[in-house]
């Protein structure tokens, strides 16, 4: 029962970064129509600029700010130069944001240098509770009690104010939208600041978890986030949770009872899930 219990709590942690680096590749990729595969390189500036503040500072709330003001930034500027040019073109849109993702990773490697970086995880969130012979690292509970409080912040957004009425209602009729004196181009690139900078902060969080950081990171998570977002279904924030949670807790749970197949699971679901409902778990048909 304390190795489930482990398993799960570990698993869950796991499924919260994915979720956050996930959220805003359902904000992008769900709700704009927008396919950014340069959503990891984005994650991994926020990785590298976010401990590059933590070494500087040693604050840990000073590394989040720094990496979340790195993926506004970045995201300000690949809307406006890269992505605005190519709406509606999906063709387009993969190969532009395939380059710029090469691009973000050998930049990695000009400012930073080719080698890996360790990241300690901060004091205060350092070491694990045990109760009843389940072990609770400090950590990974933070972790997801961020993602639970980043997907209650977005569910309101998206379904409580005017902004999140505005894109929603931009993604069905954009002429309509604009026709009532809304500068929908103005708000679609929020939207896309908004997850570039959710990307970024995902990368900030990854790199005391795993304790490492390398510049070819986000190839490796941007893959994970897709495939995160087709499982639950484009634009379902709520399918975005369940499914960084399912991802999670399978990669978890296979690790330690089959490995060999730890890798391939994820791909597995998402098969499964595409033969047995082509829009999601939690997408809607059309």
Not at 208 to 213: E, T
Request: proline share 2%.
């Amino acid at each position: 029962m304390e190795v489930l219990m482990n398993l799960a709590i570990n698993g869950l942690a796991t499924g919260m970064l994915l979720f956050l680096l996930a959220a805003g590749l359902t904000l992008i990729f769900g709700l704009m129509d927008v396919l950014n595969f340069s959503h990891g390189g984005l994650f991994a500036w926020g990785a590298y600029s976010g401990v590059w503040f933590y070494m500087l500072t040693g604050s840990f709330i000073v590394a989040i700010l720094g990496a979340i003001v790195t993926g506004l930034c970045l995201g300000l500027l690949m809307e406006k130069w890269i992505i605005r040019p190519v709406y509606g073109s999906h063709v387009t849109q993969i190969l532009v944001t395939l380059g710029v993702m090469l691009v973000l990773s050998e930049m990695l490697k000009v400012v930073w240098g080719p080698n890996p970086l360790n990241v300690n995880v901060p004091a205060y969130l350092d070491g694990s509770w045990e109760i009843g012979g389940i072990i609770i690292i400090k950590y990974r509970l933070f972790l997801i009690v961020v993602g639970l409080l980043i997907f209650t912040g977005l569910q309101l957004l998206l379904n409580r104010t005017r902004l999140g009425l505005i894109v929603r209602a931009g993604v069905i009729n954009k002429e309509m939208v604009e026709a009532l004196g809304v500068n929908i181009k103005r708000v679609f690139t929020m939207v896309f600041m908004l997850g570039a900078a959710l990307a970024s902060m995902a990368g900030v969080f990854v790199a005391p978890y795993s304790g490492v950081i390398h510049a070819d990171m986000g190839m490796q998570f941007a893959i994970l986030a897709f495939i995160v977002v087709v499982i639950g279904g484009m634009g379902n924030m709520r399918g975005t949770l369940f499914a960084s949670i399912l991802v999670g807790l399978s990669g978890a749970f296979m690790a330690y009872y089959v490995p060999e197949l730890s890798l391939a699971v994820n791909m597995l679901i998402m098969v499964a899930v595409l033969l047995l409902k082509p829009s999601g778990l939690f997408g809607a048909r059309g």
